[in-house]
């Protein structure tokens, strides 16, 4: 503590707080970084990483968080990402932000192409990107256009963009997720270069084994709160794991005792392709079988299948997919969302902005949308019949607003996650799926919802759950299955799924299916 | 474009919203406040466009009176300028131009109808395309091959009407079928098909055609642009009109209060009854009152009929059926919309069959106005159109728009036309002008958006 004078951090974030309508994404983080240290994030998915990073790179402007940022002592204001990447951050987002179209070159120095006259210096810029390659001793053509080079080599160009902005401190998020095992030396190959440069980076990722090779320090997040800080040496895996997941699970979540019934939903050796890179399986063999009354939950990392599945399942997936769905004991061919609709399927999406609800629309439309013929009539609609199916929705979710003629865009995350879910009872489901249905929405609202999915499962609705967050799966299934890029490695009773357990298997630590024969 | 790398990618085509994307913090500004007054943004716009409409025409009717003072700019000398503008004053407020002014005359008016109709029966399954998010740039073109072929049907081959007229709708139809088909099952944009129609359509009536104006034969056909219904029809419309407005108004209230929600005072809805009814009575006494012959009174122009019809069973579509229902959910979020079973391809197609419908049904009022098909017949058409919905308040990004704002459009595209051809301004000066109006029109839009 002595030291601390001497090593005054290089940056210092101090009690960020960051609330969203609703929600408090952030709740006095405090994060620091060494010149030429390579500090692990990690959290579980909605812990607050990414947030804590879009404060850092200046996505959400200064005055829109609280507390302060601070560089060699110097207070920071960020107004922009371009004010943040003056300052020397530069952020490389899972979604690269690269032109496609561009060559290596043009995207290394765009916008701040050398010219002269107003006229851009294209033997300049190239010879200045070479050395930076060179530099980096990355075997990439700077004439080469984006589009040609793998996702992994993309990455490396985001690094070198970074660089040529003389970046002091570099926020990684989940850089491997797309690598292949020799891209993935050659970027560790590249941080150590940068380390010894005296470099400071933020290494968000969830495989914790890169995480205890590569970095110095880890600092785990939960709920948006700093949960442990410390060097790398004085941590486990298990230790993490322990901090990532330690809270109380079981308060918010209700008691329940489903009485099971027969087999209603089964997915036999479901696999899916991804409709954008050949040959990628994004599910690979995956096999599930729900029962009446049951909660199956599935839990897994960002990435690891879990929606492409649902997605497979309900015929909407972009991409090839092959295996077999059988319901209540026959097998069913599902290629569309309304074939799955007519066969008693109800999919309650992620990100319900984007998948689930016409923004634009009355609550009223949004909840009789997919059972519409059912619900008002087979061409002329009838008002009054949808009103009143409206309104018991309504009532029987507690949606909170002023009637259900308001428009849906205007209400909060977790009213209208309420509505996308009455959408789907509104069909009239056998099988429910829900895929994140309580992300992004403050805790009440998800008591709510908990409530919800253990009612209609003591009603006999066969239900599979998918979250991110383990808490949430562990609470309320009967049953837990764990994927693991694109394939199942673990399936737990209730009483064997621990956090510890699943978290092994989601981050590919281990397989266990108990449960299978 | 800021999709991430996992999220799953949903099969369906294509719409305009995927070609320039929309910036998600722009949604939601539903209440605009004025004055302490909360008002839902879309009542808003409607009053704002039918109070546009009006000031429209009463500065028309101003202008076309000939007793009102000239115009002078202001660098053609100051002081001259503000002796114009104080003769102005004086002139407005002597309110002779109430009686002399030609444009709101009963034979103007009704010439204006006319003219709207075209339009307006555009408008209304061009409004249809853009809720799901497309578009159409063809219908220019459609309109002038089909009524081409309905002309050479009638005249070169002599054929009677109803063929003719099946000919030429039934050639509108078949063209929305199969640019409907190639946007919803190839996935070629909506934008690229209907260009390539603009240009190709125009070529096929030209070669058709051989480059000659084709007159019409048979006067049942000029009569369906040409013709009236008779006085005592158009009252008997106005009386049924009326009767409408007052069970419809009624019974809404009933089911506001079904839904528990509160219903309109007795005021208010005396409001929503008379002046719609007001304003029915009103046009048809205009459309009645023109003597087209001395002591033979007109009535409402057959066009008008049509596009009458056209409006209400837009209105009733979009407004009160699954379909209609539909499309819009399919504009707002083609995703969330597809993820509720809703056959995205089928109603594409569907959509544009009905344009092609109604451009063969615009068509045929178009060459019977006129009297005659002529190979360049109904350019520009499409922007027309699309101005109209526009200006009506139709997002081009889907999901948004009325069929009344989008036949509000259309009066004020035509009413813009006749006005301006009255006070003879020069056709390059109109071009000028109603470009302006459009591009200002959406311009005030967006920035009374933004502030929300």
């Not at chain 1, 980096?136 to 690094?159: C, D, K, M, S, Y």
Request: hydrophobic share 45%; aromatic share 8%; glycine share 10%.
């Amino acid at each position: 503590m002595t030291t601390n004078e001497q090593r005054a951090p290089f940056l210092e974030m101090r009690e960020i707080t960051k609330t969203f309508p609703g929600v408090r994404a952030l709740d006095g983080v405090t994060f620091d970084l060494q010149r030429g240290e390579l500090h692990a994030l990690v959290g579980e998915n909605g812990a607050g990483k990414s947030t804590l990073m879009k404060v850092l790179g200046g996505v959400y402007p200064f005055g829109s968080y609280g507390g302060e940022i601070r560089i060699e002592g110097a207070e920071q204001r960020f107004n922009g990402v371009r004010e943040a990447e003056a300052a020397g951050i530069a952020v490389i987002y899972q979604e690269l932000s690269l032109v496609k179209d561009l060559s290596v070159g043009e995207n290394i120095f765009l916008g701040r192409e050398p010219r002269r006259f107003g006229i851009i210096r294209w033997e300049e810029l190239y010879r200045r990107a070479q050395a930076l390659l060179d530099d980096l001793r990355l075997p990439i053509e700077p004439h080469t256009p984006i589009r040609n080079l793998g996702i992994g080599q993309q990455q490396l160009v985001e690094i070198a963009k970074a660089l040529s902005h003389d970046a002091r401190i570099l926020v990684l998020d989940e850089p491997t997720a797309a690598l292949t095992d020799t891209e993935v030396e050659t970027l560790f190959r590249i941080l150590q270069q940068l380390r010894a440069r005296g470099v400071g980076m933020i290494y968000i990722s969830h495989k914790l084994e890169e995480v205890f090779r590569m970095s110095d320090r880890i600092t785990v997040l939960r709920d948006g709160r700093t949960v442990g800080t410390d060097v790398t040496k004085n941590w486990d895996e298990r230790s993490v794991i322990a901090r990532m997941v330690g809270r109380e699970v079981g308060d918010i979540f209700p008691e329940f005792d489903h009485p099971h019934g027969d087999v209603a939903f089964e997915v036999r050796r479901m696999s899916v392709e991804d409709p954008n890179v050949t040959g990628k399986m994004l599910v690979k063999e995956v096999s599930l079988s729900v029962r009446r009354g049951e909660v199956l939950g599935i839990a897994g990392l960002m990435g690891a299948g879990r929606s492409d599945l649902l997605m497979a399942i309900f015929g909407a997936h972009a991409g090839r997919t092959s295996g077999e769905i059988w319901i209540e004991g026959r097998r069913v061919r599902i290629n569309s969302p309304r074939a799955a609709i007519q066969h008693g399927l109800g999919f309650v999406t992620e990100d319900r902005k984007r998948f689930g609800l016409v923004l634009d629309q009355t609550i009223l439309n949004n909840m009789t949308l997919a059972g519409l013929p059912r619900i008002s009539g087979r061409f002329v609609t009838n008002v009054d019949a949808e009103a009143a199916a409206g309104n018991r929705a309504m009532k029987e979710l507690r949606v909170k607003a002023n009637s259900i003629f308001t428009i849906a865009g205007t209400l909060s995350g977790g009213n209208q996650q309420k509505v996308v879910l009455a959408k789907w009872l509104l069909t009239n489901p056998r099988v429910l799926f829900l895929d994140e249905p309580t992300r992004g929405i403050d805790v009440g609202a998800k008591q709510e919802i908990y409530a919800q999915i253990n009612r209609l499962a003591e009603q006999g609705l066969a239900i599979v759950l998918v979250s991110s967050e383990l808490p949430e799966v562990l609470g309320l299934s009967d049953r837990v299955l764990v994927l693991h890029e694109g394939r199942v490695t673990g399936e737990f009773t209730r009483t064997s799924a621990t956090p510890e357990n699943v978290m092994a298997c989601a981050t590919g630590q281990e397989q266990r299916l108990e449960v299978r024969g | 474009m800021s999709k991430s790398a996992n999220e799953p990618v949903i099969q369906r085509p294509p719409v305009t919203a995927d070609v320039i994307p929309v910036p998600v913090a722009a949604e939601v500004t539903r209440r605009t406040k004025i004055a302490g007054f909360s008002i839902p943004t879309d009542t808003l716009r409607a009053y704002t466009m039918v109070l546009a409409l009006v000031v429209i025409w009463i500065f028309f009717h101003y202008a076309t009176s000939p007793n009102a003072p000239g115009f002078v700019w202001p660098w053609e000398g100051v002081s001259n300028f503000f002796l114009m503008l104080k003769s102005h004053i004086l002139y407005f407020f002597s309110f002779d131009w109430i009686k002399t002014g030609i444009f709101l005359e009963a034979r103007n008016f009704s010439n204006l109808m006319r003219q709207t109709s075209v339009t307006g029966v555009l408008a209304v399954g061009m409004l249809m395309i853009i809720l799901t998010g497309q578009i159409d740039l063809s219908v220019g073109s459609v309109v002038g091959l089909a009524g081409g072929i309905a002309a050479i049907c009638q005249g070169w081959l002599g054929w009677g009407l109803a063929p003719a007229l099946t000919a030429g709708i039934g050639t509108a139809l078949l063209i929305g079928l199969a640019q409907g088909a190639l946007n919803a099952y190839l996935n070629i944009p909506a934008f690229i098909v209907t260009l390539g129609g603009l240009l190709a359509w125009r070529g096929v009536i030209l070669g058709l055609s051989k480059g000659e104006t084709i007159p019409l034969r048979l006067q049942a056909f000029k009569s369906i642009g040409q013709d009236y219904v008779g006085p005592m029809i158009g009252w008997i419309l106005a009386a049924l009109a009326v009767a409408a407005i007052i069970w419809t108004t009624i019974s809404r209230n009933r089911a506001r209060r079904r839904h528990g929600l509160t219903a309109p005072g007795l005021l208010p809805t005396l409001a929503r009854i008379i002046v719609p009814a007001l304003v029915v009575v009103w046009f048809i006494y205009m459309m009645n009152s023109y003597e087209i012959a001395p002591g033979r009174f007109a009535g409402i122009p057959i066009p008008v009929i049509i596009l009458l019809a056209v409006t209400l069973g837009g209105a009733f579509l979009t407004q009160n059926t699954t379909f209609g229902r539909y499309l819009y959910a399919i504009g707002g979020n083609p995703d969330a919309a597809r993820l509720s079973g809703i056959q995205i391809r089928k109603h594409i197609l569907a959509v544009f069959c009905l344009m092609g419908l109604l451009a063969g049904v615009a068509s045929i009022i178009y060459t019977a106005r006129v009297g005659s098909a002529s190979p360049d017949a109904g350019q520009l058409l499409e922007l027309d159109a699309i101005a109209a919905c526009v200006i009506g308040g139709t997002s081009l990004m889907g999901g948004r728009g009325t069929v009344f704002g989008a036949i509000i459009g259309a009066l004020i595209m035509s009413s813009l036309d006749n006005g301006m051809s009255l006070k003879n301004v020069a056709p390059y000066t109109q071009n000028i002008i109603k470009g302006a109006i459009l591009v200002a029109a959406v311009g005030l839009d967006m920035a009374g958006r933004k502030r929300g």
